[in-house]
Nanobody
Framework: QVQLVESGGGLVQPGGSLRLSCAAS????????MGWYRQAPGKQRELVAT???????NYADSVKGRFTISRDNTKNTMYLQMNSLKPEDTAVYYC?????????WGQGTQVTVSS
């Protein structure tokens, strides 16, 4: 069992920055990968970035060069640093953890990019 608690969403102007956090607890040693997904209004949920247990990362083409996924194993927390935000980044962002016994999701946090 893994519990995920997200924070950091909010309203930001275009060109601004936000950092999302996802704190994991429970059977955290069994997590093989974590990632961030987002779902914009009227759109399908899409993968934004993934970080694997070995430290490698993947990014959607739409966020490469602007977003950075990272983790702090001491704090059991994953981050998504979002820079140069655009209105099209507006979405509910979800934290996901992959575990041998299942897939776990955070509650989602709203990110709104608007002037």
């Amino acid at each position: 069992q893994v519990q995920l608690v997200e924070s950091g969403g909010g309203l930001v102007q275009p060109g601004g920055s936000l950092r999302l956090s996802c704190a994991a607890s429970g059977s955290i040693f069994s997590i093989s990968a974590m990632g961030w997904y987002r779902q914009a209004p009227g759109k399908q949920r899409e993968l934004v970035a993934t970080i694997f247990s070995g430290g490698s990362t993947n990014y959607a083409d739409s966020v490469k060069g602007r977003f950075t996924i990272s983790r702090d194993n001491t704090k059991n927390t994953m981050y998504l640093q979002m820079n140069s935000l655009k209105p099209e980044d507006t979405a509910v962002y979800y934290c996901k953890a992959t575990h041998p016994f299942g897939t776990y999701w955070g509650q989602g946090t709203q990110v709104t990019v608007s002037s």
